[in-house]
């Protein structure tokens, strides 16, 4: 565990979006399994690059990226339950953790624009 609570949530929410897509049994929706896993991991992957970002700005276009695929995956996911293909409970359970990472890249969003100014 690092000390940066939202790199934490963003490997913990990608592995929860793995397990979710690869347990679903529905072949002919794999468009959309692949959309919902592409977004879900691209969350996690635009906070770990917005690390290594080139300048303050950079910084917060990959925060306000990771915002955006965390939007989309809230979408996908909300379909995959109203199509039946996932539980209510994996719903609810992946939901939860997809909004916590959205209120973390707000508040750090919100800091970090206030910081450049």
Same mark, same amino acid.
């Given at each position: 565990m690092s000390d940066n609570k939202?790199?934490?949530?963003?490997?913990?929410?990608?592995i929860s979006v793995i397990n979710l897509a690869d347990n679903?049994?529905?072949?002919?929706?794999s468009y959309l399994i692949d959309q919902f896993a592409r977004a879900g991991t691209s969350v996690g992957a635009n906070i770990h690059e917005a690390q290594y970002a080139h300048s303050k700005a950079d910084? #917060? =276009?990959k925060l306000e990226i990771a915002l955006k695929?965390?939007?989309e995956t809230t979408y996908w996911l909300k379909?995959?339950?109203d199509t039946g293909r996932i539980?209510?409970?994996?719903?609810?359970?992946?939901d939860k953790l997809c909004g916590n990472?959205?209120?973390?890249? #707000? =508040?750090?969003c919100k800091t970090a624009k206030a910081k450049s100014k």
């Open positions: 939202l790199l934490d949530l963003s490997v913990e929410f990608a679903i049994k529905t072949p002919k929706s910084f #917060i =276009a695929e965390a939007s379909l995959l339950l539980s209510q409970e994996d719903y609810k359970t992946t990472i959205r209120r973390l890249l #707000i =508040a750090s």
